[in-house]
């Protein structure tokens, strides 16, 4: 069984539905420290006292001094040899003492002795260091996979081992000279070093010790007083507040969902689904009617929330970072400014709510999103767009000083204009995105209507090519209606472009076309012997012959219906009166009137009435005021009894501007010229 299709009028509010459970689960199920402070001023806000254990962090000067420290201090490492201290014993072993052979077992113990403290060569240890203490100079030694600390003082230098192995067997042996003894045998050539400096472990285990430095520095217990009413927030207490803070915001709430929580976020995203909701409304309620426009909306939305929700959570510093401008602009390739300020503005509403500096973020931003706007419409094209990101960095940097002058961000300046400045340009790289969002909800932006209205593109030329007189007259046609679009704040592109294609099934047959007339071969007229249905169904065939060749050429769909909408429904009433005056029936005359579409928008209303008003204005003989007031009206009320205007949505005083518009618009072109002397 085949369910009923629910109407478009109830489907609409289904993205608003959908929105506002999306924001209901993605919004922060966690608290915020809703405390407002600052360093040398007073607490503004009731006693605070502790209402858990937490731990003291340490500021980020302290961080920075602790490793700065451990920078200058650097302990080397060393690898022990077994293997030089097994060769030399037993080259020991091995030596011809001659009759000073008593003295062997004395030898092999003082070499293990030595070897045990280790051997190093006469360069001495490799201390980095900055400290002169030598009690503080220690090495790792690495020996049987096992890493232990020695001091300096402990191991000789191979000069010094030497020494020491004189020392040990002559205690043993005082009658001897032991140093000719170990001189002529060579035993004092078996002391070699059994250290071996390693650098890049050392680098390793040195590093490791700078990124170890414990973050905290003791405990505050549950209970303990923090700050009292009206008193100076010391850097003590500043402290103490930051550390409160971050585990206020880390553990209320991290347990699981809680039903204030959900409930609270549910409110929330109410409250902002509402405002978009009447934000769209009062700025065009006609995109409600238009599905894939609509949904854009919802997704940029979602996309600008989702964007400082994720950045909030997982790297708050780089919220500087984040284009929160290339809302606006992806936006304005769709929408007029009325819409666009005000989804703007709805946008960036989670930025002020959920991020810790949100005043601060959302003003820098609406100021860059509309400094935006402004600059896109000059520097839009190519490397240009640059100048328009150089725009919004510096318009970013001069908003985040002024907040920084009174005090109201502590953050670090070179890092924060280094992040607006990345931002900006980031806004430049993703803009191409636009074009993949064009395809994604099958709409046209205005770049791509730009694209249209260059007059050099190859269809265009070949209109130009093949029927020049419908060229000439489309050029005129799309001059009026800019005019007129202007004066209701109508698209401008949209008319401009739907008036060079409105008649490119012209090109198919010119000839028929009476404008066209000055090059068709030979000077008949090419109505000649035809009937009056003949030549209204070639006429009317030019709509036909036009959808075909946009869908040919890919024009967008919303070109297409200049096409369809341009005649709409109306006859060919030159044709259709000779029918009517040669005795022809009423009801059998539908071939005298076009199959398109009536006008459903403003834009297409406005290209109906300029078509028309173009066409029969080179027939007036007069070029007075009276004469283009009269023309105009009634063209319009022709339209209008006609029934064209039944669908489309335009106001009575939207109408009555476009009629006063082109009365002004005619007088202007056709006015009256002086007589050039022969």
Partial sequence: MKLPRLPFHILRFFPLLVLFVVLTVIFPRSAKFSYDYRKGSPWDHETLIAQFDFPLLKTDEQLREERSENK??????????????????????????GQSASLRPFIVSALGTIYSNGVVSDDGIKLDNKVNDPANEVVFIHKDKRVSKKPVSDIYKESDARGKLLALVSAKAPKV???????????????????????????????????????????????????????????????????????YENSIGSGGPRIL????????????????????????????????RFFYLVFIFLLSTASTLLVEKYAPRFLYMVPFTLTALYLEAFFRNRVIITICLVSLLPLLIFTGNGAVLFVMFIVGSMVAIFSFKFFNRGWMQFISAGLVFLCLTLTYFGFRFIDMVHDNPYQAVAFLF???????????????????????SNSRLRELCDTNNPLLRELEHLAPGTFQHSLQVMNMSDVVARSIDANVLLVRAGALYHDIGKMKKPQCF????????????????????????????????????AAKHNLPDIVKDFILTHHGTSCTSYFYNQYLNAGGDPAEGGDFFYKGRKPSTREQIILMVCDSVEAASRTLKDNSPETFSDFVEEIVSLKMNAGQFECADISIRDLNTVKETLKSYLSQLYHERVVYPK
């Fill in 72 to 97: 200058s201090i650097r302990i080397p490492y060393y690898r022990y040899s077994q293997g030089v201290v097994d060769q030399a014993k037993r080259s020991a072993e091995e030596l011809d003492l």
């Fill in 177 to 247: 000279n032991v140093d000719s003894v170990l001189r002529r045998s060579g035993v004092y050539d078996l002391v070699l070093p059994n250290l071996t400096y390693d650098r890049q472990t050392t680098d390793l285990v040195n590093s490791e010790r700078s990124a170890g430095i414990s973050p905290t520095q003791g405990f505050v217990s549950a209970g303990q007083l923090i700050a009292s009413e009206g008193e100076i927030v010391t850097a003590e207490i500043a402290q103490m507040l930051d550390s409160y803070k971050v585990e």
């Fill in 261 to 292: 929580f959900w409930l609270g976020n549910a409110l929330i995203a109410f409250i902002l689904t509402l405002l978009f909701f009447l934000a769209v409304y009062f700025s065009n309620k006609q995109i409600f009617q238009e599905r894939n």
């Fill in 422 to 444: 990345v931002g900006s340009m980031l806004s430049v790289a993703g803009y191409p995105l636009i074009f993949l969002f064009e395809r994604m909800f099958n709409l046209v």
């Fill in 514 to 549: 009476i404008e066209n007339e000055s090059v068709a071969v030979g000077s008949e007229h090419f109505h000649k012997g035809l009937s009056p249905r003949e030549s209204a169904v070639m006429i009317i065939r030019h709509v036909a012959d036009g959808l075909e060749l």
